[in-house]
């Protein structure tokens, strides 16, 4: 266990005293490191605490005069909701955080819970407290402060709040504000009956919404930020701006339980971007790869994108992590979808600029490499202790695995990566673990062993999308098809001869002479890293 106190008197922090604790390991100790925002949820929680013993302490119960003649009881009037503004609630507010009010409907969604809407509000006061990250088309950066989000519940006013319409005016009694339980201001309502919809034609007799269009005149003359938010590269946006960007997506790791990421890049170079895991699809793009970090419900889309694919992100923003990843990194979230497939046969103009940087990259790397690389032996390779690093090698191929091509693609969980056995469709280990299965994917899953030509060393080496035989190839073809399966034994042709058939006629017991020609191969070699133990790290090897 670890663990950190947090002194709402002061705000500080302090942690355990280790002369105090017993058992622990020297390399596990009790202290917790604290992230800011973890600091800061204790804050709201505290504030939290706060307002509700300060309310029952206004709810004692019945006063009662005892002697002195005859008893009187003193019974509490019971209060009179009033219309406020949203800057004006609070939870703490008797009565008990109700309050009227009239806002305008800004946005609505459903709920992982059936019987719960969310419509988010405003009447353009602002609130301190409240959840501002809604990073999405309905709500300007200038306007976040000013929302509320309401929690419609029980079916008739879960009905209700499907009705409610962006721009719509409502009044609404008996509203309470509360503290959500990620620490954030919120309000509830339940009772349908005590919701009207407001007509602009009322503006000259209801002052509440008088006074609401004044407010939001006001704010629209002052907003300096739309809707609509610019397409920039990731080498020219500023830190914390909201921006919309195209982008390839080079690889996805889903996370059922929380964030996920995509690495994507739009091959523009920035200095400031979080370190990459250590990984082939990572290669000679140091500085151009951006750690997208997907929260809330945009978490899904993980496992909804294929690596190599283009995409329109809308909303995103690049913020620099203190703590954890260490640099930069991008983030999205909000309910509404901000992740959009590009067609690469009919690209827009953003689409034509990144596939233009694209092929200028792959000129100025294939220059690169060739001026690089010189013919060595396989021994050499596999000495070599670089973590990236590429080889040009004269062998011959000796085996392949599996050993027939039509095995070569297999289908893998998108969450922990395992196998899926044909005839199954969800991961049998996540789905025990997990409680939800995952999707899968199709990857390629086809290794060669290579023989120096002078027949001195081996070593095995990965083919996939990203080397030049199967460029080009996608796994869902080969898996749906058998010509595809065709076209891969077509480009190994001139690497591997008849060497599909030799291993064939070995597996029933006959013999076929090897007729294999001795061919140049490039090689690349990578770390791979199981988990966070270093000691951990192997070297892989995949062809170019």
């Not at 694919?309 to 909000?334: N, P, Q």
């Not at 990566?417 to 789905?431: F, K, L």
Request: proline content about 4%; overall charge neutral; hydrophobic content about 35%.
């Amino acid at each position: 266990m670890q663990w950190a106190i947090y002194d709402p008197a002061t705000e500080g922090l302090s942690q355990p005293d280790l002369s105090l604790c017993v058992g622990y390991r020297p390399h596990h100790p009790p202290s917790w490191h604290v992230l800011p925002p973890e600091t800061e949820y204790c804050a709201r929680l505290a504030k939290w605490w706060a307002a509700v013993q300060w309310t029952r302490s206004k709810r004692q119960g019945t006063a009662v005069q005892i002697g002195g003649g005859r008893v009187v009881a003193t019974v509490p009037k019971q209060a009179v909701r009033k219309h406020l503004l949203i800057s004006e609630a609070d939870p703490a507010r008797e009565p008990r955080g109700y309050f009227n009010c009239t806002v305008e409907i800004l946005h609505g969604h459903k709920n992982l819970v059936s019987d719960i809407y969310s419509i988010y509000v405003t009447d353009y006061t602002s609130k301190a407290g409240t959840f501002v990250e809604h990073s999405s088309e309905w709500c300007p950066v200038s306007l976040a402060e000013r929302v509320l989000r309401i929690e419609m519940w029980r079916d008739k006013a879960v009905a209700l709040a499907q009705q409610m319409k962006p721009g719509d005016y409502w009044s609404l009694d008996n509203v309470r504000m509360k503290v959500s339980n990620g620490g954030y201001v919120e309000g509830s309502f339940s009772e349908a009956a005590k919701a009207r919809k407001l007509s602009i034609t009322e503006v000259d007799t209801n002052l509440y919404l008088q006074s609401l269009l004044k407010r939001k005149k006001a704010w629209e003359e002052n907003d300096a930020s739309p809707h609509v938010f610019p397409h920039k590269l990731f080498s020219e946006v500023e830190l914390q701006s909201i921006f919309d960007c195209t982008v390839e997506v080079l690889h996805a790791e889903y996370n059922t339980a929380g964030t996920s990421i995509l690495y994507v890049t739009d091959y523009t170079e920035r200095g400031d971007l979080a370190t990459l895991p250590m990984a082939r699809w990572s290669r000679d793009l140091q500085g151009r790869i951006v750690t997208l970090e997907l929260h809330g419900q945009q978490s899904k889309m993980a496992v909804r994108v294929d690596n190599g694919a283009f995409f329109t992100v809308k909303h995103m923003r690049l913020i620099e992590r203190i703590m954890g990843v260490g640099k930069v990194v991008g983030r999205i979230g909000g309910p509404d979808r901000l992740v959009h497939k590009l067609n690469v046969n009919s690209p827009n103009d953003e689409l034509k600029r990144l596939l233009e940087r694209k092929r200028e990259w792959e000129g100025e790397n294939t220059v690169a490499v060739k001026q690089n690389e010189s013919i060595t032996t396989i021994a050499r390779v596999l000495k070599s202790s670089e973590r990236v690093e590429r080889f040009r090698v004269r062998a011959r191929v000796i085996g392949t695995f599996p050993l027939h091509l039509k095995d070569c693609v297999v289908r893998c969980c998108k969450s922990c990566s395992e196998q899926v056995p044909v005839g199954r469709d969800t991961c049998a280990s996540c789905s025990e673990y997990e409680g939800a299965a995952p999707e899968w994917e199709n990857i390629f899953h086809l290794f060669l062993r290579l023989q120096d030509e002078h027949g001195n060393a081996q070593i095995t080496v990965t083919v996939d999308q990203n080397s030049n035989i199967l460029k080009g190839l996608s796994a869902d073809d080969v898996m749906n098809s058998s010509g595809f399966t065709d076209v891969v034994r077509e480009r190994l042709a001139d690497f591997i001869g008849n060497l599909e058939a030799v291993q064939m006629a070995n597996s029933q017991g006959r013999m076929l002479e090897a007729k294999v020609p001795v061919s140049e191969f490039t090689v690349e070699s990578w770390y791979v890293q199981e988990g966070e133990d270093e000691s951990l790290k192997s070297i892989a090897y995949g062809l170019i």
